[in-house]
């Protein structure tokens, strides 16, 4: 038995002998063809981000069941200060290092992938037979140093398992025709409906019509609370229908079965569900930097007779740019604000002057808080409504200004009320024109508010059906009214991009590739190959790794973890991820 072994073994050394032969060549031609494909290969692609490359651990010790140390048997035990002096030599040489280049390590890679390599040799109690060899051979003067490449590049793969199939990730993470996801959409011919106009001008309304009327609809919006109106007005009409969002799924039937038509949010809907007529509302955030894929995935991928799509008239051009890419035309209905609306030539200045439909707005909550205290001073009711409120409490504040025989009279509010807030606005103030905003790559600058935001929130005042047959416009300070008038003025710039998202498939191949990695890690490297092309951008995916890293310890299958982690979750309040982690660990996964 042991003369078999030893026998296996000579064999086994023999043969990687030979292949030792192309490194020698290097020393001799200088020439090497090596068979690994570099990090950088591609047509026109980007080298990836190494530093997101996590390295795997690697056992220094063998189980019971394996082989005992024949390399030590047929040599000799190998003397460890002699074995670190060759390694380090093997470091240093720089033939080594570009070798490892050409196989895809670059500086970052090579010392990590090194310093694990060293490791394994100088802790482990038993060596791989080949190389054990190889270093005795070094050792006694018989080999050369270059000599460990192969054993080097092989270790290196075993911690970076992204080297052998960098090819494949590039390949999955191509996301420049994206209009290819979808193929049930591209299977049918849809008809193209954009209602573009400013506020309050009835272009939602009509699109409305339309989807009521319809044997079946979905209905997309920005926002729970416009999602929540579009399903009562719905029900209301006899017309059954669902309501579904990132918190909550209530059906019209009360045995729970599907209704005809789906009030969503634009996160929530199905590209798989065909329907008659679906509404895309608030279009121009398909370049939000955080959620605008969104729009871009209901927009390319609802499979729908008929898409009606509300916004900005700034999107009309773009919308049509990308419904080409589909071989879809666009019908155009343009729609003009039902009441006037005026900017005033003098600014508020004092709180004194408030009058009954006035709404400050604010852009945090540290100054909704002081003005609001102030009107109470003044012994003026007011109400207040800001963006993490709940849905519930908005809708609260907003019926007791709207009440007429309520003396809540003043509103204090973010652009919270810029959108799914039917609110009877006489005059809006802006207390400031600076917002704070997160940008592509997550972050937080200063800026002042664009035009297409200072429409969006002025068109609030004299909406049609309210009290108030005319809208006025003005700011807190003297000095931002000019400001104001030069913004309004403008025209909106128009949009160009469009927001794209890893979608579930494409992450659950890459995991395919690197079965070890983390949710956010996979995010990462993704994220980092990804190839877009002029028309669109990747989203920030700060809130997705953050949900991720919080919920990585609970085991759950990938799938249902990237749909948690796309959860409409605000990280900045303690109490709501302790609760959405608290869910995880109890096992309320649907």
Known sequence: MPLKRCLLALLRAQRHRSA?????????????????????????????????????AVSTTRSESEDENIGAELSRPLDKSEV?????????????????ADSGLDARLFHQAFISFRKYVME???????????????????GHVDDLFPYFMRHAKQIFPMLDCMDDLRKISDLRLPVNWYPEARAIQRKIIFHAGPTNSGKTYHAIQRYLSAKTGVYCGPLKLLASEIFQKSNDAGVPCDLVTGEERTYANPEGRPSSHLSCTVEMCSVNTPYEVAVIDEIQMIRDPARGWAWTRALLGLCAEEIHVCGEAAAVNFVTELMYTTGEEVEV??????????????????????????????FNKNDIYSISRQIEVRG?????????????TKLAQAKKFNDPDDPCKILVATDAIGMGLNLSIRKIIFNSLIKPSINEKGEKQMETITTSQ?????????????????????????????????????????????????TAEQIEMFAYHLPDATLSNLMDIFVSLAQVDGLYFVCNVDDFKFLADMIQHIPLNLRTRYVFCTAPINKKQPFVCTTFLKLQVHGYVS
Do not use: W
């Open 454 to 502: 200072a429409l969006q929130i002025a068109g609030r005042a004299g909406r049609f059906n309210t009290v108030f047959k005319e809208g006025e416009v003005t700011t807190m300070h003297r000095d931002d009214l000019p400001v104001l008038k030069d913004i309004l003025g403008r025209s909106v710039d128009p949009i160009e991009i469009a927001g794209l998202h890893p």
């Open 20 to 56: 030792l032969h192309v490194i020698s060549c290097v020393r001799c031609t200088g020439y090497l063809v090596v068979p690994s494909r570099a990090l950088t290969s591609g047509h026109g692609s980007k080298p990836p981000d190494t530093s997101l490359f996590v390295p795997l």
């Open 380 to 392: 003026l009711e007011c109400a207040v409504i800001y963006g993490s409120l709940p849905p519930g």
């Open 84 to 100: 670190l002096k060759i390694l380090n030599k093997f470091y240093k040489r720089k033939e080594m290092q570009r070798l490892a």
């Open 333 to 362: 209905k343009s729609y003009n604000r039902l009441t006037p609306i005026t900017v005033l030539d003098h600014a508020l200045e004092s709180l004194d002057k408030l009058q009954p439909g006035d709404c400050i707005v604010c």
């Open 124 to 142: 482990s109690n038993s060596l791989n037979t080949e190389l054990h060899i190889i270093l005795n051979d070094i050792c006694c003067g018989a």
